[in-house]
Antibody
Framework: EVQLVQSGAEVREPGESLKISCKGS????????IGWVRQMPGKGLEWMGV????????RYSPSFQGQVTISADKSISTAYLQWSSLKASDTAMYYC????????????WGQGTLVTVSS | QSALTQPASVSGSPGQSITISCTGT?????????VSWYQQHPGKAPKLMIY???NRPSGVSSRFSGSKSGNTASLTISGLQAEDEADYHC??????????FGTGTKVTVL
């Protein structure tokens, strides 16, 4: 059974750094793209970027380029989304999701990680 | 990359059919047959309902169907049921991003 299990909720102050994770299981981690999706409170979904663990190919939405870093550790089948300096506007639910190719839909989703940035 | 445009809300009575539109441009919806639809219940992760405009993943009810005309894709829910009350999001492959979501539609079963 394919599963994506994300790390727990986080509370940080503005300016702090953060790295959240998404562990894949039930499939060959290096064979599928992992994407990250933001959902701000009461809002729609926003595609942030994708990462292919097989060759580390990474693609970002222009809206998130330079704002976050997507990476993965193949040895533990885990993808990451990180910020070097959080802003209050980063407060949102973040989902990881798996898809088979760049144009393919997100077939499997993690449960979401709530990030709250507040002073 | 601007979000695809969806109506904020659509409602219908049990048993009725409703249609949700998703309007983009020739660089996304109109240019590719890679439109997907996701259902999201409150506090839950999205669930894939339709992919490649009109295909249903295994396990998704045949009451859900998708189509596309020009730069607008549509999701139709027939025989509306109480459990269909949720938010629905469209998405499309694009030539620029390479992925974009819609603004989201809240479906209410009256």
């Amino acid at each position: 059974e394919v599963q994506l299990v994300q790390s727990g909720a986080e509370v940080r102050e503005p300016g702090e750094s953060l790295k959240i994770s998404c562990k894949g299981s039930g499939y060959i981690f290096t064979n599928y793209w992992i994407g990250w999706v933001r959902q701000m409170p009461g809002k729609g979904l926003e595609w942030m970027g994708v990462y292919y663990p097989g060759d580390s190919d990474t693609r970002y939405s222009p809206s998130f380029q330079g704002q976050v870093t997507i990476s993965a550790d193949k040895s533990i089948s885990t993808a990451y989304l990180q910020w070097s300096s959080l802003k209050a506007s980063d407060t949102a639910m973040y989902y990881c999701a798996r898809h088979n190719c760049g144009s393919c839909p997100f077939e499997f989703w993690g449960q979401g990680t709530l990030v709250t940035v507040s002073s | 990359q601007s979000a695809l445009t969806q109506p904020a809300s659509v409602s219908g009575s049990p048993g009725q059919s409703i249609t949700i539109s998703c309007t983009g441009t020739s660089s996304d919806v109109g240019g590719y047959n890679y439109v997907s639809w996701y259902q999201q219940h409150p506090g839950k992760a999205p669930k894939l309902m339709i992919y490649e405009v009109s295909n249903r993943p295994s396990g998704v009810s045949s009451r859900f169907s998708g189509s596309k005309s020009g730069n607008t894709a549509s999701l139709t829910i027939s025989g509306l049921q109480a459990e269909d009350e949720a938010d629905y999001h469209c998405s499309s492959y694009t030539s620029r991003s390479p992925y974009v979501f819609g603004t989201g539609t809240k479906v209410t079963v009256l």
